[in-house]
């Protein structure tokens, strides 16, 4: 964004720099000829209207069947109208659901980070385990799939450049995932208002040459990948004194878990995803294993989010085979 | 002896049961709250000018755009038109000497009052900083604003609406004059008594909400806070189940006046009458299936947003027939372009495009981009402003007449109409383009390339401003030095047409029998 600086813009034309923003472009500038067309239509009437009929000019009001009403006139603009509303509405439902559900990229190569909000900053964690706040460097042309929450308030993550948004929500994993496609800083905003510095929760994605990026991962110190750490977690917490391999404590075997159906104790089945293993730790006993006691103690406000999405990551990195799960 | 010189001193003010007269109390306090909402956005805007955050504080400027939110949408918007205009007109259109429930409707008015006083009282005492969107957790647990006073004000006043919704309903069944049936009603009504149905049954919900939120801030019991086992995203679906029919309580009145402007100023009956009494209907009814659409990013289901899309998308039909009706009353009519017409004609052509660009942020893939943007904020300026606050200015001239008994001076309010037509797509315009670019609302300092739009903004802010205090100097003005009006001046169809103006205090000395069509413009009256 070389003009990022200029103060005198219009701006008709933001940057477009992920592999869905051109389409979300289409979409836009269809509907604004469309919607164009109605408005000239419309205030062309007016006008027409406004001269030719302007009170005590020679106009013939002889009696016509459009004076009053007429239903086949009503149902002639509804019909249009109607046809062209679904036809938007697909268009827009379609590319939402690619954009906010997408399938995960065939090669498997999703670059995984963690995104944690808080009052006034973005903290990222790479795979790597390298860290940055309010900036995050990635590669162009790979896929990047966020796992979010919040510390505290809702907060929402921002790349108008992506043309993507997702609410970042306390207790909560929202996921986001984006391919960016040229290289540069983009800004990043936080979307949902967050309290007294709401503005000033603002970063940049920096977006790289895949080489350059590699410098850049190698530069960096790495403390330890989420699951390296996850997995020193998980003894330092006790979580392995019920859970581990030679426990006799009777507790779920989580290995092979991730993204599996779990039973419950109450009845039906829920998907072990992200939010399923945070929601064990956190409150335990809201899905209870099936065949299983509520004996687990909540590790309410004991575990922050950071070790959180490192115990999630550990855990999820005992199921092999990736599934297309958040 | 008229409703205005039938009684003097404060009591009979105070104490009226005259429908008339409360909404002379109304007309009072909803200008002092709207020229204070109005206040505050100027400082917004003001801000706005620069990047930086240099005005004022980010607190300030936090309490600024969430008091201008909270007045404008409870103080002003909502009771605008229906307690207005509304309680004037109802009976007079319905051949009724007054509301069917007299004592409640001044009471509504207290209650309004009372909670217009506790909402004022959270401002002075420590301001509120959450939006008028009151999310959780951040109101429950983060702010440190008065949050429980404001909240408490918003919950008094959902009273006031639910108590003139109960009386417009039951005057608009039981009030009618012989001969008066519902197809024969002017479309105001038809409005009216939409739009209470609206207040009546979608009020008690944000009631309910806001004693929820009151409860977990207050005692800390978990219903929206999910550290406390809540869900933030519950409150948000209650709060838009309210707040999303609360913009058709806005609309729907603002549709019914600009129907009754324009059948008189093109001097033709309304086109397809029944087409728009049932579009009324059918806006009312689908407003309560929509909510969802302000939600399609908050992590709700996404499939649930596909739903609430394709729904907002069918709400949109029935408004887009309404523009087209309008249009076709035009056609063949005897049109004046006296300032009520203007104002009307503004209506309809910001409400098209407030309508249009809601058809974008229905559309999904779309609305990811623009949620939370300036873009929703040009969208529903455009409706509420643009569309209501024009209709609200087209009523109040052309029944100014019948109101005071005096004359506007016409100049002077086409002047008014012109400037905020223009001031207003100067301020809410460049919006549009700042959101599709990515600015995000309720920012106290922004990126540097969005100043040029900002800037363009606040001029229009200015003259907005300008075009706003024009009408409330001269129609103050008018109360005094203004022509005297007959009766009907502007040659109107309609039952309040054929009192005197101002009206006696009765109304209707014996009560009218009514044997034609609403808008006989075809026969003189």
């Known amino acids: 964004m070389a003009d990022a600086d200029d103060r005198w813009q219009l701006l008709l034309f933001p940057e477009s720099a992920s592999s869905v923003s051109g389409q979300v472009d289409t979409l836009f500038w269809a509907m604004v000829v469309a919607c164009g067309l109605v408005v000239a239509l419309v205030f062309t009437v007016l006008l027409v209207f406004g001269i030719r009929y302007r009170r005590g000019s020679p106009a013939s009001r002889r009696g016509s069947p459009l004076l009053y009403h007429n239903r086949w006139l009503e149902i002639g603009w509804s019909i249009p109208v109607l046809a062209a509303f679904l036809f938007f509405f697909a268009w827009g439902a379609l590319l939402y659901v690619e954009i906010l559900d997408p399938p995960t990229p065939e090669d498997g190569d999703a670059r995984r980070v963690n995104v944690i909000g808080k009052q006034w900053m973005w903290k990222f964690q790479h795979p790597e385990g390298i860290r940055e706040i309010n900036t995050l460097h990635v590669a162009v042309g790979q896929t990047v799939r966020l796992r979010m929450t919040s510390q505290d308030v809702i907060h929402s993550f921002f790349v108008p450049a992506f043309r993507i948004k997702q609410d970042v929500l306390p207790q909560t994993y929202t996921r986001l995932q984006f391919t960016p496609t040229k290289v540069g800083r983009f800004d990043l905003y936080c979307a949902e208002y967050c309290g007294l510095s709401h503005s000033g929760m603002v970063g940049e994605v920096v977006v790289m040459p895949p080489s350059e990026f590699q410098d850049w991962l190698a530069r960096r110190d790495r403390p330890g990948t989420p699951q390296q750490d996850g997995e020193r977690l998980f003894r330092q917490y006790g979580c392995s004194g019920c859970h581990g391999e030679a426990s006799s404590v009777r507790a779920p075997d989580l290995g092979g878990l991730y993204g599996k159906p779990v039973p419950l104790e109450s009845g039906g089945t829920v998907t072990a995803d992200a939010q399923y293993l945070r929601d064990s730790i956190v409150f335990p006993s809201k899905h209870v294993v099936a065949g299983y006691a509520p004996i687990m103690p909540s590790f309410k406000d004991q575990i922050s989010e950071e070790d959180l999405l490192k115990l999630t990551a550990y855990i999820q990195s005992l199921t092999p085979e990736e599934p297309d799960a958040p | ?525």
Request: net charge neutral.
């Open chain 2, 1 to 525: 002896m008229n409703y205005l010189n039938a009684g003097y001193g404060l009591k009979s003010w105070l104490l009226t049961l005259d429908h008339k007269r409360v909404a002379w109390l109304y007309f009072i306090s909803i200008t002092g709250f709207f020229f204070l909402g109005g206040a505050a956005a100027t400082l917004v805007r003001l801000e706005l000018i620069t990047p930086a955050g240099d005005l004022l504080s980010s607190d300030a400027y936090n309490q600024m755009f969430s008091l201008h939110g909270i007045v404008m949408v409870w103080f002003f918007l909502i009771p605008s038109i229906p307690a207005t205009m509304g309680n004037f007109l109802l009976p007079l259109m319905l051949g009724a000497r007054d509301m069917a429930f007299p004592r409640l409707n001044l009471m509504s008015w207290y209650v309004f009052i009372l909670g217009g006083a506790f909402t004022l009282t959270a401002v002075i005492a420590g301001g509120i900083d959450t939006g008028w969107t009151f999310y959780t957790p951040y109101s429950t647990m983060f702010s440190n604003g008065a949050v429980l006073a404001a909240a408490t004000g918003v919950f008094i006043v959902g009273f006031s609406s639910i108590l003139t919704g109960i009386n417009f309903i039951v005057t608009t069944h039981k009030m009618r004059a012989p001969g008066l049936t519902w197809f024969r009603l002017p479309l105001f009504v038809w409005a009216q008594y939409a739009t209470s149905l609206i207040m009546v049954l979608a009020t008690p919900v944000l009631s309910i909400t806001l004693v929820l939120l009151g409860v977990e801030r207050a005692f800390g019991i978990g219903i929206f806070d999910p550290a406390l086992g809540g869900d933030p995203i519950l409150f948000e679906h209650l709060f838009w189940f309210y707040s999303h029919p609360a913009v058709y309580i806005m609309l729907l009145p603002a549709m019914g006046v600009v129907s009754e402007a324009i059948a008189c100023f093109a001097h033709k009956r309304i086109f397809g009458y029944k087409v728009m009494a049932f579009s009324i209907l059918a806006i009312a009814l689908f407003g309560f299936l929509v909510w969802g659409h302000h939600m399609f990013v908050s992590g709700q289901s996404i499939y649930a947003g596909v739903a609430f899309s394709l729904l907002s998308f069918l709400v949109s039909v029935p408004s887009a027939l309404k523009i087209f009706n309008w249009l076709a009353t035009l056609y063949k009519g005897h049109i004046r372009f006296d300032a009520p017409m203007l104002f009307a004609l503004s209506f309809i052509g910001l409400f098209l495009i407030g309508g249009l660009t809601g058809v974008f942020v229905a559309t999904l893939a779309l609305d990811i981009q623009m949620h939370d943007t300036y873009f929703v904020v040009a969208h529903f300026h455009y409706i509420m402003v643009g569309g209501m606050v024009s209709a609200y200015m087209a009523g109040l001239h052309f029944w100014w007449p019948k109101i005071t008994g005096r004359l506007y001076p016409e100049m002077w309010a086409r002047v008014s109409a012109i400037i905020v037509f223009a001031g207003f797509n100067l301020t809410f315009f460049p919006q549009f383009i700042l959101g599709w670019a990515g600015m995000p609302r309720r920012y106290h300092a922004y990126a540097e390339e969005f100043q040029l739009l900002n800037v363009f903004s606040s001029a229009g802010a200015g003259m907005l401003a300008v075009g706003y205090l024009l009408p409330l100097l001269y129609l103050i003005w008018s109360l005094r030095y203004g022509a005297r009006a007959g009766g009907n001046p502007w040659d109107a169809r309609g039952l309040e047409w054929t009192v005197a103006s101002p009206p006696p205090k009765e109304n209707f000395a014996t009560v009218p029998r009514v044997d034609s069509e609403a808008y006989a413009y075809d026969t003189p009256q």
